[in-house]
């Protein structure tokens, strides 16, 4: 477990995590801010790479248009090496919207690999990445069913085809890419996490 000062910076990292869930689905956007450090960015499948600040912004107008998003988390678990830190934590997503002209929630397993550093004594928020690896649909009511054209979920990666499926009706242009259970992509974000706490610059996205 180390020392009491590494324990200390896990927990502290550990708490940038979990409020990142909190804030962000309660629309406290000054908090969620204050998460990430300036040149801060996160990843989705329906915004690709942007600043906390984009982000804010085109949840805020998703919001307004109806889109309805919610997160939970799970285990946690923290690495630090100096200044530098990350997080692997588990994850799901879950959204409302129609699919196909019927009302369905999507629910998307996967974790989220957080890439974090102490700067000025404080740890904050660098990348943020999800990692897809499972996801379902059920119409809200369940007397009805949902045909989902197999073309379209083609395009997209088993992990997050259904999430990309409601995404895209939407109006959202979807990351093709992003890392899965398995695969290349994964591979190379476990990479770039190694490099990082090594000190290394920060190769993600490649």
């Known amino acids: 477990m180390g020392n009491d000062d590494a ?14 869930m909190i804030f962000r689905d309660n629309r406290e956007w000054d908090r969620f801010l204050d998460l990430w450090h300036d040149d801060g960015a996160l990843m989705t499948t329906w915004g690709g790479k942007a600043t906390p600040q984009q982000f804010v912004e085109a949840a805020t107008k998703g919001f307004a248009e109806g889109n309805r998003m919610l997160h939970s988390g799970g285990a946690v678990t923290a690495l630090v090496d100096g200044d530098r830190g990350f997080a692997m934590s588990k994850l799901r997503i879950m959204q409302r919207g129609l699919v196909e002209g019927v ?52 395009r997209r ?33 476990v990479k770039a996490r190694d490099a990082w706490l090594r000190g290394e610059r920060l190769a993600w996205p490649s």
């Open 103 to 154: 009302l369905c929630d999507v629910t998307c397993v996967g974790q989220v690999f957080d890439f974090v550093e102490c700067r000025a004594g404080r740890w904050g928020l660098v990348l943020r990445q999800p990692v897809y690896e499972r996801d379902y649909i059920a119409p809200t009511d369940p007397a009805e069913t949902v045909r989902l054209d197999p073309e379209i979920m083609a």
């Open 157 to 189: 990666p088993d992990g997050y085809q259904r999430l990309a499926y409601l995404q895209e009706g939407l109006g959202h242009t979807i990351v093709p890419d992003m890392p899965t259970e398995v695969g290349p992509r994964r591979e190379a974000l």
């Open 7 to 20: 324990l200390l910076d896990r927990v502290a990292i550990r708490e940038l995590v979990e409020n990142w």
